[in-house]
């Protein structure tokens, strides 16, 4: 299950006033994430392998899948070779509602 934690950071701000910001941040889930029937954009938290195997547990319902390029700014199709990034954005589609355990 993820879960959101808040994150307080203290701020001096240029007028000598001091405020906190609060940041939020998903903790990484520990029993898999939950993928609906299409286009899911999720946050890739196992361990940099081949996509094949980071998939491996939902191959019968993966439809394609998507990874940032952040320095070009694009979606780029996944790959069986591709090498999944952890903590990298995704958009994995799928044909009906699955638990991905990567």
């Known amino acids: 299950m993820t879960t959101t934690q808040k994150?307080?950071?203290g701020v001096l701000a240029a007028s000598g006033l001091i405020g906190v910001i609060y940041l939020t941040r998903k903790t990484p889930?520990?029993?898999g994430q939950q993928l609906y029937a299409g286009m899911n954009?999720?946050?890739y938290y196992g361990p940099a392998v081949?996509?094949?195997e980071a998939?491996?547990?939902i191959e019968a319902y993966l439809e394609i899948a998507y990874e940032w390029e952040a320095l070009?700014?694009?979606w780029v199709q996944v790959m069986t070779d591709t090498i999944m990034k952890p903590?990298?954005?995704y958009?994995?589609?799928v044909s009906q509602d699955c638990l991905w355990v990567y």
């Open 7 to 9: 994150v307080g950071i």
């Open 29 to 31: 889930p520990t029993e």
């Open 41 to 43: 954009s999720v946050m």
């Open 50 to 52: 081949m996509a094949e």
């Open 55 to 57: 998939f491996a547990s």
């Open 72 to 74: 070009e700014g694009i």
């Open 87 to 89: 903590n990298w954005a």
């Open 91 to 93: 958009q994995v589609s």
